[in-house]
């Protein structure tokens, strides 16, 4: 890996490391259980809806 300014830098570890990175997201997001510990939060508006004038 060349990080000098000499133009000769190589984009292969660049393009291994997005295509790692995307290989990453993809298995991490494809596990069924993966969103299960997200709260669904509710909107302030909506939790005290009796305060407003809909």
Known sequence: MNF??????????Q???????????HYV??????LNGIKKQIAYADFRRDKFDF
């Open 4 to 13: 000098g300014s000499d133009g000769k830098k190589d984009k292969k570890p």
């Open 15 to 25: 393009e291994l490391a997005a295509a790692a990175a995307a290989n990453l997201v």
């Open 29 to 34: 997001l494809s596990q069924k259980t993966v």
